[in-house]
């Protein structure tokens, strides 16, 4: 047995070399290398981590019992698909969904949740908390990158329910083509000459253009019965006769994230019934 | 590995969309693949190797992704049992369905003919000769190295270490050669003296067991020649008995040596409770065989390469157990019930190093289940640890990223962790399944 002494005496020696540092032995870098050898062997089997350290590193204490039932293994894929190419909107939908359903989301998705929230505030964090449940709230507590994501996460979410609405200002087409992002914070159910304007906003025909992100908000906001509507409103502006090639494709464009952030709003929905029915999917006419 | 591009048609391809017809046979899998082209591809994959394919698409890929896409299908069992047909038929009778493949030791192409076991005597004898002097040469190598000094050995490079391991593989020992390749590398750590004597000290040790291969025990014998780089011939692994089980793909870990793509699966006898590792490489350009998968089980023969602390073994035929799905395919409670073990602590792991390097003193990977919790370091940038129920740690290696998954998946308790020990620290390759309704993951950083 090498004691460790004995160990550092023999790699100093092998450091200088046993020319200059000779040991009494007729083959001496042979037995610096047969005793290296049995070393060799002998540290892996006693490494130091092996051996109980007196003032270890404190193992996070115990999660607390994880509320909420799974979310279901079609949502569970569904999430997958997203966080690989994650739109905050759409990530976002998912969560609320989840939360609203009384779901939590699976521990394998966590990590890839914090790091994208902890990124960026355009997650919802309310709903992140909630989809997470008890369990997932204290893993985001665990790293301290993620303080400021479980504070904002700890936030109560308002308990399911018919909202307890304040008299809400009254909202018309001409606000919504004046200032298209009012028919978003406007609480549903939205009039059909709402849901018209917001199209001609799409269309081009508001006062002001649409920011980069309104058609996916607002294709996330559009109740579900409304979906068909979309590829109606889409060829109605896409195919003006009087719009230019370029125009159009802009027009065109708007109205595909539209088309698609409501599909995936509806998919995710129905990933989280058991119902059977699906919706067909709108096209949206080529330029 | 499947190639990125390549791996996405084959997933579509997969889904059965653009097969016009397809079936299966003893001898082979086939399919008529709808392509760019006015009529479509026939391809064909090997039912017991399927990277020998045959496709009539243009690309120079081979295997193509109409194979891989095949295959995949196949391996599946979604391809019912049916006639060849002629043009299978046709192909399946020519080369290289009909060529033993490269690895299998068989004789080929032009060599091609009756063994002449007293010439593959003489050969073999001669490389033994070869090797010998080669190690002798090492032998003095080492030697000079220690006389002289290590303290000199950082600052010379690469090279240095090149010009013994070229005269290595001269010497048909290859195996040293890669050991004398991958020392520079350790010069760089904080503790490289004593990691550095080290390994020379188990080249020293590999070329004296060498010097005295016909006194050591047998299976000894085979670990020292395959330490030093004899070839197996597939041949001689068939010959040995076979070890029947359904064995459960566990995880798998794929690098790069020398441009080399390498992957090792770690598979595990359900009833046997045995380690097996899969190995499969390839040359540059070429896709690793994806015939074993982690996740999957095989119910099949593994037979182990001679030698003992070997987990290296042929798994053939390598269908997936129809009656066992991928484990990411069921739930936690189905696969704890089919696929569970338990995982051990520390102190049994640290015996079962014992037990291998009895067998093996160069080995440096043991496939471990460890049941623990991971630790995060207290500081930013420090080592992640493994705590288990005795209280004792291991070190994780570090990855590309932070092993937060393993924090999500245990919630503050025990998880079981498969992944490879090296007597320092442990590298996780996969989460199994437990009671407590964990799932299987191999998603080991984020």
């Known amino acids: 047995m090498t004691t460790p002494a004995q160990w550092a005496e023999l790699v100093t020696t092998a450091l200088l070399g046993t020319d200059r540092r000779p040991l009494e032995a007729a083959d001496a870098p042979g037995q610096v290398l047969r005793q290296a050898a049995r070393h060799r062997v002998l540290d892996r089997l006693a490494a130091p981590s092996m051996i109980e350290d007196p003032d270890p590193a404190a193992p996070p204490v115990g999660a607390p019992i994880q509320a909420g039932r799974p979310a279901p293994e079609p949502a569970d894929r569904l999430l997958d698909q997203l966080l690989r190419t994650p739109d905050p909107a759409l990530v976002s939908c998912w969560l609320s969904v989840c939360a609203d359903r009384g779901c939590v989301v699976s521990a394998l998705h966590w990590t890839a949740l914090a790091r994208l929230a902890a990124r960026s505030t355009g997650y919802d964090r309310s709903a992140l908390g909630a989809a997470l449940g008890p369990r997932g709230r204290w893993f985001l507590q665990q790293n301290p990158e993620w303080r400021r994501l479980a504070a904002d996460a700890q936030a109560p979410v308002a308990p399911p329910g018919p909202p307890d609405r304040p008299s809400a200002p009254v909202l018309t087409a001409d606000d919504v083509l004046a200032d298209p992002e009012r028919l978003l914070a406007h609480p549903q159910p939205w009039g059909p000459d709402l849901v018209s304007a917001a199209y001609a906003v799409l269309g081009g025909e508001g006062l002001v253009p649409p920011s980069r992100t309104f058609a996916s908000r607002l294709g996330i906001a559009l109740p579900t019965e409304l979906y068909p509507s979309i590829a109606r409103a889409g060829e109605f502006y896409v195919l003006a006769p009087d719009a230019s090639p370029a125009r159009r494709r802009t027009i065109r464009d708007r109205f595909v994230t539209l088309e698609l952030a409501a599909y995936a709003r509806a998919a995710i929905h129905h990933a989280f019934t058991d119902s059977s029915t699906s919706i067909t999917r709108a096209e949206i006419p080529h330029v | 590995m499947v190639g990125a591009g390549v791996s996405g048609d084959a997933t579509r391809l997969v889904r059965g969309l653009r097969w016009v017809s397809l079936g299966r046979s003893e001898r082979a899998a086939w399919g008529r693949c709808q392509g760019s082209a006015a009529t479509p591809y026939d391809t064909v994959v090997a039912a017991d190797r399927p990277s020998t394919t045959s496709c009539s698409c243009p690309s120079r890929h081979r295997p193509c992704k109409h194979a891989v896409g095949l295959a995949d299908l196949a391996a599946d069992g979604q391809i019912a049992v049916t006639e060849e047909p002629d043009w299978v038929a046709r192909i399946v009778t020519r080369r290289p369905f009909t060529q033993a493949s490269p690895g299998d030791g068989a004789p080929t192409g032009p060599s091609a003919g009756p063994v002449d076991p007293e010439a593959a005597a003489r050969r073999a004898e001669a490389r033994r000769d070869k090797v010998a002097a080669g190690l002798t040469e090492l032998q003095l190598w080492l030697g000079d190295q220690v006389r002289t000094g290590l303290a000199q050995l950082p600052r010379a490079g690469y090279g240095h270490f090149d010009a013994i391991a070229a005269r290595m593989v001269d010497a048909q020992a290859p195996g040293v050669a890669a050991s004398l390749r991958a020392l520079p590398a350790d010069l760089v750590t904080a503790d490289w003296p004593g990691r550095a004597l080290h390994a020379l000290g188990g080249l020293h040790l590999l070329a004296r067991a060498h010097q005295q291969l016909d006194e050591l025990p047998e299976e000894l014998a085979w670990t020292v020649r395959s330490r030093v780089g ?134 440096t990977r043991l496939p471990v289940v460890l049941a623990g919790v991971p630790v995060p370091p207290p500081q930013a940038g420090g080592p992640w640890q493994l705590r288990d129920a005795g209280g004792r740690t291991v070190p994780l290696v570090e990855g590309e990223g932070d092993p937060w998954p393993l924090v999500a998946q245990a919630g503050g308790e025990p998880l079981q962790v498969m992944g490879e020990y090296d007597g320092r620290r442990l590298l996780p390759l996969a989460v199994l399944p437990d009671e407590h309704g964990r799932r299987y993951s191999t998603v080991m950083a984020g």
């Not at chain 2, 990411?328 to 696929?339: A, C, H, K, M, N």
């Not at chain 2, 073990?341 to 037990?355: E, K, N, P, V, Y």
Request: hydrophobic share 40%; charged share 20%.
């Open chain 2, 230 to 363: 004899y070839p197996v011939s597939k041949e001689t692994v068939r010959a040995r008995p076979a070890v029947v089980d359904r064995w459960w793909g566990l995880a798998a870990i794929d690098t790069v040596e020398y441009q080399l793509s390498t992957r090792r699966v770690w598979l595990r006898g359900l009833d046997s409770g045995r380690w097996a590792m899969w190995l499969t490489v390839a040359p540059p350009g070429r896709d690793l065989d994806p015939t074993i998968r982690p996740g999957r089980t095989y119910a099949c023969a593994a037979q182990f390469y001679p030698g003992s602390g070997q987990y290296r073994a042929l798994i053939e035929p390598a269908l997936p157990d129809p009656d066992l799905p991928p484990a990411s395919e069921v739930t936690p409670d189905e696969v704890t019930l089919t696929r569970s073990w338990g995982g051990d602590d520390l102190a049994t792991i640290g015996s079962q190093l014992a037990d291998l390097l009895a067998a093996d003193p160069w080995a």
